[in-house]
């Protein structure tokens, strides 16, 4: 060899190495661009035709929603002109309906507060840096509720009862779901770790109650619950429609997120129930401590996704005569005043955004958190 010399069977340069030139950039969004879009000729034509694709369905939106689109009127007549894209008009008028359904026009105030308060509860909560979070878990998962039922329902503190078969569009929509969520959330807890328990009877029962609830589609169980569930209370009593909805709800979503949290469980490494159980912890300390934790964080896309999953099924409890956006909505279109071509589609359309937004933003957050505790165990 020339420029390598071999000394105990390794070899040493003797002389420099001949200069190269440097590395091409490896970061940034055109390294990025050449390695995922544009890395082959496969790559570059399946990327201008995913280009073309969303092109063509933003200018359809676009052209519908905007361009198109009767921005003013009093009836569908000025959305029935040849080539009328999106009728605004008629979601201005039906838009309070949409959003309170046929709650008593002068009581709005009572579901706009508890919107609010929604918020208010929310948002800090979902922040990690805002302090006091034990007092706002309780302000969201007890006050916010108790104050809710009341503001809604009336009856008390000098406010008109109202039932709930005038509950309708969004804030039933988000009553059925965000129930369906807190409720069933805790719910898959207990029968995930019930299914791993050692006592026979424990697994058993909750094996055979993941299986049933799994094993039947929700539409069967809204129908269970309206018609049902009647049958098991004593003579007499009688069991809000809605009630037996959310009930339905959370039963059906608490077996699919028991699945989900089981998985995490199995993912835990059997070092970290020793270690815990070397420390002297009892069975509910080592769960909510040390194990639960873990488990959750490494589950986090599959809970979403299950809460993602129920929002966009709260629609049908329509089926049960539960008016909800969407059913508000498919009622909206039976108007005579604002029947034209569009309506339809402009009413479907509103639904799309609405449930796009939401979903979207539970999605996104979901991520967020993934990043800010690391479950995804990059190496």
Same mark, same amino acid.
């Given at each position: 060899?020339?420029?390598a010399?071999?000394?105990?069977?390794?070899?040493?340069?003797?002389?420099?190495?001949?200069?190269?030139?440097?590395?091409g950039r490896?970061?940034?969004?055109?390294?990025w661009?050449?390695?995922?879009?544009?890395?082959?000729?496969?790559?570059?034509l399946?990327t201008?035709?995913?280009?073309?694709?969303?092109?063509?369905?933003?200018?359809?939106?676009?052209?519908?929603?905007?361009?198109?689109?009767?921005?003013?009127?009093?009836?569908?007549?000025?959305?029935?002109?040849?080539?009328?894209?999106?009728?605004?008009?008629?979601?201005?008028?039906?838009?309070?309906?949409?959003?309170?359904?046929?709650?008593?026009?002068?009581?709005?105030?009572?579901?706009?507060?508890?919107?609010?308060?929604?918020?208010?509860t929310?948002?800090p909560?979902?922040?990690?840096?805002?302090?006091?979070?034990?007092?706002?878990?309780?302000?969201?998962?007890?006050?916010?509720?108790?104050?809710?039922?009341f503001?809604?329902?009336?009856?008390?503190?000098g406010?008109?009862?109202?039932?709930?078969?005038?509950?309708g569009?969004?804030?039933?929509?988000?009553?059925v779901?965000?129930?369906g $969520?807190?409720?069933? @959330?805790?719910? /898959?807890?207990? *029968? %995930?770790?019930g299914? !791993?328990?050692? +006592?026979?009877i #424990?697994?058993i029962?909750?094996?055979?109650?993941?299986?049933?609830?799994?094993?039947?589609?929700?539409?069967?169980?809204?129908?269970?619950?309206?018609n049902?569930?009647?049958?098991?209370?004593?003579?007499?009593?009688?069991?809000?429609?809605?009630?037996?909805?959310? $009930?339905?709800?959370? @039963?059906?979503? /608490?077996?699919? *997120? %028991?699945?989900?949290? !089981?998985?995490? +469980?199995?993912? #835990?490494?059997?070092?970290?129930?020793?270690?815990?159980?070397?420390?002297?912890?009892?069975?509910?300390?080592?769960?909510?401590?040390?194990v639960?934790p873990?488990?959750?964080?490494?589950?986090?896309?599959?809970?979403?996704?299950?809460?993602?999953?129920?929002?966009?099924?709260?629609?049908?409890?329509l089926?049960?005569?539960?008016?909800?956006?969407?059913?508000?909505?498919?009622?909206?279109?039976?108007?005579?005043?604002?029947?034209?071509?569009?309506?339809?589609?402009?009413?479907?359309?509103?639904?799309?955004?609405?449930?796009?937004?939401?979903?979207?933003?539970?999605?996104?957050?979901?991520?967020?958190m993934?990043?800010?505790?690391?479950?995804?165990?990059?190496?």
């Open positions: 060899m020339t420029d010399t071999q000394h105990s069977g390794a070899y040493v340069r003797e002389t420099l190495a001949e200069a190269r030139e440097a590395p490896f970061f940034g969004p055109i390294a661009m050449r390695q995922h879009l544009f890395g082959s000729v496969i790559d570059t399946l201008f035709l995913g280009v073309a694709i969303i092109a063509w369905l933003a200018w359809q939106v676009i052209d519908f929603a905007f361009l198109r689109a009767v921005w003013t009127g009093e009836n569908g007549e000025v959305c029935r002109k040849e080539g009328a894209g999106a009728c605004w008009p008629y979601v201005e008028a039906y838009w309070k309906q949409f959003v309170y359904g046929r709650y008593p026009i002068e009581e709005r105030w009572r579901p706009t507060l508890v919107f609010a308060l929604f918020a208010a929310l948002v909560l979902a922040i990690p840096s805002v302090p006091y979070k034990r007092l706002n878990v309780f302000l969201f998962l007890v006050a916010f509720p108790v104050v809710s039922f503001l809604l329902t009336g009856g008390v503190f406010l008109v009862e109202v039932e709930t078969t005038v509950w569009g969004l804030l039933v929509t988000l009553i779901a965000l129930t $969520i807190v409720c069933s @959330l805790p719910f /898959g807890i207990l *029968l %995930a770790l299914r !791993r328990s050692k +006592l026979p #424990i697994r029962l909750c094996i055979v109650f993941i299986e049933f609830w799994r094993g039947v589609p929700l539409i069967t169980v809204l129908f269970m619950a309206s049902m569930l009647p049958l098991f209370m004593p003579a007499g009593m009688e069991v809000d429609k809605l009630l037996r909805a959310l $009930i339905g709800v959370a @039963l059906f979503t /608490g077996a699919y *997120l %028991a699945e989900t949290i !089981r998985g995490g +469980l199995q993912a #835990i490494p059997k070092g970290q129930y020793e270690g815990a159980m070397a420390l002297g912890l009892g069975y509910w300390q080592m769960m909510g401590l040390i639960m873990q488990a959750l964080k490494m589950v986090i896309p599959g809970i979403v996704n299950s809460f993602i999953s129920l929002f966009k099924d709260t629609t049908l409890v089926i049960v005569s539960l008016f909800d956006l969407l059913g508000m909505i498919q009622a909206s279109l039976a108007d005579p005043i604002w029947i034209s071509p569009v309506t339809g589609k402009t009413g479907y359309f509103v639904a799309a955004v609405t449930f796009w937004v939401f979903c979207f933003g539970m999605s996104r957050y979901s991520q967020w993934e990043r800010r505790l690391a479950t995804g165990h990059k190496r």
